[in-house]
């Protein structure tokens, strides 16, 4: 587990001492350090989803030719195999070994249905309606989560802070703009319009899921980000560099972004906990990621059919718990040590 | 306080105008009815469909440009081009022939005066393409309408006889009088002036409240127009007053949109129309008098269904706001009482746990665990939006409650020896208090997104759970009027506690006056 530790301060260039600072001070919070750890662990899973759990081998021999990590390529020259090997019929030269979890996300077994956890040695935590294997739609869901919330927060963030910036820097009818839109969109509940958004679009995806979040929470960033400037542009050292002939850019560069900084690695913080709730709440609502595709919050709707399956609340519920605490937990370290006033 | 109240109130116009652009660019990603990409070809081939899908993009306003209409077009454009068309004899002459007939009457008056004009060749074709409109007043035989030679002369004549009577006051007069006196010569009238007393009729129908006179004025504008009006009747027999009102108001609904085939703007009308004759404006002109249509789920109007869930939904959504001030408050005071000691810790560490998890997973949790009962029905809904957004308000407001403990005056209450609960309640709390009720008009939007979820989960019948049938049913009306309602009371509620804050703390109303008068 050690090894799987967050960014040390060696850690190649460091843009600003803050960050560098922030990150040390994580080391010494037993609870935030626990917290980057679990991060890291299911960010592992994310990345490496098919390794963990795939239907397919992660090596095999099938008809005198040998692949490697089909479970990440799936060359097409494998389609008949599973079936064969589950019916037994394999040629006595072929071979395979197995991801830790032989199971693929969308995999379906009308006979394996509602297990519970650790009926079967092959279903550890248990099956869902449809016969598929929870542990895999978990570590599947993982990257579901993870992906869109890594997109969704990125984007926002980008065009939150440069509006933001744009508005307070520039002033006058940039910022009545900026500030008129951060207003309006205000006013649309998040988790409203990603649904108006998704269930009006003629044909939803993951890339319009985090878009239309990404959409709903960017004035919240620009706000925060526009109040920034605004507060480091009242400073004497701000006048002290016009009155030294520095260019607007120069400013903004120098003085304005690396003060600025701080906030907005906090607020993305936080930003990627609140994409994983409203992620798993519309794909709990099922408008979210579009049916197919393993998600935590689609796990949990499973409950509306199959309502005495109580590990469809708790396995995938716990995994959300697990996440969002964590980041919280990891965004209150980083906001106590970047950005002391905000402190709670 | 008053300019105050004003200004903000002034404010908020902007604000809903944005918020009015926005959601109408929402309908936007509707995906639109095919295209007509060779509507001639479409029109020779099955009139029929071809109506029905000019019907369906109309409907949705989507032959009307989106925010600037620079040519407004009206019964005296739409005549004009069609006549063009038709002596131009290009690839639009067939829909221009179709279009002059469903013109009708109203296209008369700018067709007929110009006969001389045409050449005698187009003067045929034109004469031609108005037989249909002949043969539904009721004018003319068969040889006189369709024959090529003396289609002509007869269309002359006529003008020459009845140009008087395709005038307003004079169409007045006779729906007028037929409203009175209904005889079967009357109807002739109106019938033999065909779409030009269209605007007369949608008038009457609309004053009136008379049964029949309402079933006969229907009678005549179907006549005109070639379309049924279809009431939904699911109780034969019952209420018939009430059915002769749906049919008003279909006519009514019918004619909203295709008015400007039928009515000829004079001058200021055409400035307006520049605005009024475009997508944004008819959507807006309908959403603002709560015209979203009717649900394809169940074809009921979607207005009452609306209300009747916002009634579940903020009844759902104030309860919930409401009982998370009332325990946030008394559980902020206490951690600041005991900081940093056993209570306030276990208090933080189940906070923060709260404040973790997910909406849908603590009211899936309460589904199971609470007694279902009719009582119940909205209180432990509510209840469970409660628990999971209780958190981040007190974790707020303990925090808020810590920073004004630290202030000086409240040093100097303790320093006089005032005891330490008195502190907290009299002196720390009301300036504590502040940022958490503001913060009420921010937290509203969250709070309704809560309830949403809520409501899917305990099944409660809100905006929430038939948004979710909505989806379901393809019902886009439902969707976009939802949206459009929740960002408004969104907003209301921002403006409430804006005005509550600033009757609290009147520097907040100074800040705002001199922000203003900076920005203007």
Redesign the interface.
Known sequence: MRTEAPPSSNFAPVPAAGVRQAIGRLRQSPLAFAGAIVLACFAFFAVFADLFASDFPLLCRFRNATYVLPNVTHPPALAEFNELRAAGQLSPGDWAINPPIPFGAAQESKDEALLPPLSRRAHLLGTDGHGRDVLARLVHGTRTSFGVALFAVIAFIGVGSVLGALGGFLGGIVD?FVS??I???????????V???Q????NPTRTTLFAAIALARWPEIARLVRAEVLVVLSNDYIVAARALGASPWRVLVRHIIPNARAPIVVAAMFGV?QVV?IE??LS????GVPPGIASW?EM?SE?RDY?SAWWL?VVP?LA??AV??SL?LVGEALRDTLDPRL?? | MLRFSTRRLLWAI??LF??SV?VFL??S???EPPGLASPDALLALEPAVFDTLEEERRERFLDLPRFVNNRPKDARARAEEAIAHLVADDEHALLAAHTLARLGGAALPHVLPNFDRLTPHARIKVALALAPIGERMGVGGESELHDPERATAFWTRFWEDRSLDFTEPSVRRTVGRLLRHTSELRERDITEVDTFALAEIMLALKDTRDRDAILRLSALAAHATGRSVEIPDDAPGAETAEQSKQIAQAWQAWWYIHKSDYVTFGGPERVTAAVSETRYGKWLARAATGQFGVSPIDNRPIFPKLMAGAQITFALTGLAMLASYLIALPLALLSAWKHNRSVDRTLALVL??L???????VA??FV?VMPSGSAGRIVWPAAALTVASLASLS??Q??AMLEVLGLDYVRTARAKGVSELRVLVVHALRNAMMPTVTLAG?QL??F???A??VE?VFAVPGLGYQ??R??DGHD?AW??A??LL???V??AG?IVSDLAYALLDPRVRELFLRRQGT?A
């Open positions: 009545g008129r839109t207003e309006i969109l205000s006013a649309f509940p998040t988790l409203v319009l649904l108006v958004v269930a009006l679009l003629p906990a709730l798993a709440s709990f609502l099922r408008v919050g949990l409950l309502s609340l519920g959300i718990f969002v605490s919280n402190r709670m | 902007p604000t944005g918020i926005i929402l309908t990603l509707i995906p923060f746990v404040y973790s998890l997910p909406t849908f997973w899936e949790i199971r974790r707020y303990r925090s921010l939007p969250a309704i997104g809560g949403f979820i899917e948004s979710l909505a989806v886009d969707l976009i939802t949206i929740t960002a408004v969104s907003t921002l920005q």
